[in-house]
């Protein structure tokens, strides 16, 4: 590990989202544990936030939101509000119009969907390509094109300000794709700050006092619905679902925030999820879980599932009946955790090699 260095982090911090907060902290919180003085870089936008606090009202649309739950995901957002207070931050600045910034050693760009131009408030912004700033190194960490697929390629533009990176590192095999085709480079693939900085648990317990299912995600098929009821039921267990409406669920935990959402999964008899960070709590958590992928987060729930050898946890639909039974019944193979062990190794190298 190198001397400690200033690094400035670049992400989606302000996203009214507990995967998006946990993989902010859990990188912020790893550097400075790692000798760093490591800060967020603490970009604003009327228009984003504009947007953000919008959907985080609405968060399950296409379904319509009833206007009895608005409050209960007002408290989860102002709970998102408080937490972005205690992180480590820089001073504020304009996300469309920078200016000068504070100096660094180091800017780690990463991790989320920081360079997907389809985002639909984030997409195009040039700070997440490296524009305007100007460290001793321009490094990124697990970075994603998200839903930008592959095959769309990446215009030269873009490219470009690719090319400015001193290392580039990516979360899953479409971003990898894709990078290596803009710029010749293929990318290492790495873990995201949240598997490769698991974090603590913290706070009281609020959730349910007896064994349930925790669902996590929205907008599941009625064929993932009706299974996964089914197997709660011959379970003898509850299903609830954390931080979304899901009519489906016995519980609606709707203002359940970041802190409430990971000791949901670490208590839970087992996890049902469409959700990228729902994989990877039950995985640090060791909880049963299967996961239904969506055209939205196929590419980041496939590729972490291939990394670790759990394909099996993944289902679509015509999935037989007895694989939920199984995946919502049985330990995790000691072989995910065994593929994690290597990751965190071959991302913990990446990370010091990059912030030198």
Request: hydrophobic share 40%; proline share 8%.
């Amino acid at each position: 590990m190198t001397a400690g260095r200033a690094v400035g982090v670049l992400t989606f911090h302000r996203c009214i989202n507990n995967g998006s907060y946990w993989q902010a902290r859990c990188l912020v919180d790893g550097l400075r544990a790692r000798g760093h003085d490591a800060v967020i870089l603490d970009h604003d936008s009327r228009r984003v936030n504009y947007a953000e606090w919008r959907c985080a009202l609405r968060p399950t649309l296409p379904t319509p939101v009833p206007s009895t739950d608005r409050p209960r995901y007002r408290t989860k957002v102002h709970e998102f509000f408080r937490l972005l207070a205690e992180l480590p931050r820089s001073s504020t600045f304009d996300l469309d119009a920078p200016g000068p910034l504070d100096a660094y050693d180091t800017v780690v760009v990463g991790s989320d969907e920081v360079w997907n131009l389809h985002h639909p408030w984030y997409g195009g912004a040039p700070l997440f390509y490296g524009e305007g700033l100007s460290p001793r190194r321009l490094v990124s960490y697990a970075a994603s094109f998200g839903n930008h697929d592959a095959a769309y390629g990446l215009d030269p533009v873009w490219a470009d300000r690719l090319r400015r990176f001193d290392a580039i590192s990516v979360r899953d095999d479409n971003s990898r794709d894709i990078v290596a085709d803009a710029i010749g480079c293929v990318p290492e693939i790495v873990l995201d700050p949240t598997l490769l900085f698991p974090p603590a648990l913290e706070g009281a317990w609020t959730g349910p006092p007896d064994p349930f299912i925790a669902v996590y995600g929205h907008n599941f098929s009625p064929e993932f619905a009706r299974e996964v009821q089914r197997v709660a039921a011959d379970r003898g267990v509850p299903t609830v679902s954390v931080s979304y409406r899901n009519d489906w669920a016995d519980v609606q935990w709707l203002d359940a925030g970041p802190h409430d959402f990971a000791q949901a999964v670490s208590r839970a008899a087992a996890v049902a999820t469409n959700f990228f960070h729902g994989c990877a709590f039950a995985l640090l958590h060791h909880r049963p879980f299967v996961c239904e992928t969506s055209p939205y987060r196929r590419n980041k729930v496939r590729c972490l599932m291939s990394a670790v050898g759990g394909e099996r946890h993944l289902v679509t639909g015509g999935t037989p009946s007895g694989t939920y039974d199984l995946l919502l019944r049985e330990p995790l193979e000691p072989s995910l955790d065994l593929a994690l062990g290597d990751l965190r190794a071959s991302s913990t190298a990446y990370l010091d090699a990059a912030i030198r």
